[in-house]
């Protein structure tokens, strides 16, 4: 369903086919978007923005960043923010990329904290990104509103070498417009 005032429903699956070449497009999420704003807001250094489908190239651009800047990786699980539950998808998908982190830096370099290592566990135990997505609560949900084409399109790893970066430069406010450099 399209909300009032957008042009397409809230789709990855949806936009990935649209061209939109020399347009300024938005999407916002109700989780995704209030961990973008508790980063800004917690005054973090630089937010990366990273999925399954961009899981090499958030890490190495994060290692890369990291060392640097001489600083320390926070990934933050947008989860239900709202009621501070875990979500299986991004707790899968930090896991990914913390497995990723400890390939490039061939373990020696990386140390995990309890929850790092706990994501990075429950990622090993499992067998493909499709079947945690589409097995977990959120996926279970997208199924049944018709929209599975969604999850298995979330679920595809390394599509796409595109990291988006917050420029959060500006004074924050209620309704913040934060600019993505890809």
Request: aromatic fraction near 6%; charge should be negative.
């Amino acid at each position: 369903m399209t909300p009032p005032g957008f042009d397409y429903e809230p789709s990855p699956y949806l936009l990935s086919g649209l061209d939109l070449s020399g347009r300024f497009s938005m999407l916002a999420t109700a989780n995704g978007t209030p961990a973008i704003l508790t980063a800004v807001r917690e005054g973090a250094a630089l937010i990366l923005l990273g999925s399954l489908r961009n899981l090499d190239a958030v890490a190495r651009r994060a290692l890369a960043e990291a060392s640097w800047r001489n600083a320390h990786i926070t990934i933050i699980c947008s989860g239900q923010l709202r009621n501070s539950r875990i979500a299986i998808e991004d707790s899968y998908c930090a896991g990914m990329i913390v497995s990723r982190f400890c390939e490039l830096a061939n373990d020696d370099a990386v140390e995990l904290d309890d929850s790092a290592s706990l994501a990075r566990g429950f990622t090993i135990s499992q067998n493909s990104a499709a079947t945690v997505l589409l097995s977990s609560m959120t996926g279970r949900r997208f199924i049944g509103n018709f929209r599975q084409h969604d999850v298995e399109f979330c679920a595809r790893t390394n599509e796409s070498k595109i990291v988006p970066v917050v420029n959060a430069q500006h004074k924050i406010c209620d309704h913040p417009v934060y600019l993505l450099d890809a």
